[in-house]
């Protein structure tokens, strides 16, 4: 009789963490919403879309690897729903660097442009060449071209992020400049995990590795995208209660 797999069940209860962490998120974030200056209140909106939008997903994902915790049930990944979700919630994320940059008119909307480009070329690069390399069951050469494809994007992200962004935070006051520069790290570093979970699947397209990626994935998202928000929400609320305090004094 097969024994249950640590893996396989660690995974499946990430799939719940993930769930309830960003369910908790979307509250939280929609909660304090009024707790903000009016100007600084679609900070917290976008953060709870990122978290509500992930919460929906990962409700459908719970059961990707199955219930009974034996790895020859896993029936498979859910690939589309992953990245329907990364296709929504990534490009959602990078919206906040103009946000907290208050850049309006032709700069905030080119940088826009640039940072969702790149972003969608990266996702949907990376659903072609996963979906290319489940069903050969391992290595194909589209699989690569799509990997190298989505890392230029992703380094493009970056350069905009580290140059552009970088900048033109540079100017603002110094909750929000820290908070630009702390959400740079998360992608950066954060999401550095998901082209270094695909090159594992390029290479090792085995069960138990894909369990392990896709365990990794779910601890990587939950902490990108809710750590991401509060970063952005708690200096907008800095700035919130810095300008009541001001108002308090003149008055």
Do not use: C
Not at 14 to 19: E, L, P, R, S
Not at 113 to 127: E, H, N, Q
Not at 188 to 199: D, H, K, M, S
Not at 214 to 231: C, Q, S
């Amino acid at each position: 009789m097969e024994e249950m797999s640590f893996l396989v069940l660690a995974t499946q209860y990430m799939f719940w963490v993930g769930f309830v962490g960003m369910a908790a998120g979307t509250l939280f974030f929609l909660v304090e919403r009024n707790s903000l200056n009016p100007e600084y209140r679609s900070t917290a909106t976008v953060a709870a879309l990122v978290t509500f939008v992930a919460a929906v997903h990962y409700f459908f994902m719970k059961d990707a690897v199955g219930t009974s915790g034996l790895i020859s049930e896993i029936q498979g990944f859910p690939t589309e729903i992953r990245y329907i979700d990364w296709l929504i919630t990534t490009p959602l994320l990078l919206v906040k660097f103009p946000l907290l940059l208050s850049l309006k008119g032709k700069l905030g909307n080119i940088l826009l442009t640039k940072l969702l480009g790149a972003d969608v070329i990266m996702i949907v690069s990376g659903y072609i060449g996963e979906t290319s390399i489940n069903a050969a069951g391992g290595f194909t050469q589209l699989g690569l071209w799509s990997f190298v494809i989505g890392t230029l994007a992703w380094i493009y992200i970056i350069f905009l992020l580290y140059t552009n962004v970088t900048e033109a935070a540079n100017k603002k006051p110094a909750p929000i400049k820290k908070a630009l520069l702390n959400m740079r790290l998360f992608i950066l570093i954060g999401w550095a995990i998901y082209p270094i979970g695909y090159v594992v699947t390029l290479v090792s397209p085995g069960i138990e590795v894909l369990v392990v990626r896709e365990l990794i994935y779910n601890f990587a998202d939950l902490i990108n995208k809710v750590g991401f928000g509060l970063i952005a929400f708690f200096a907008v609320k800095t700035m919130s209660t810095l300008s009541k305090s001001e108002e308090h004094t003149k008055s």
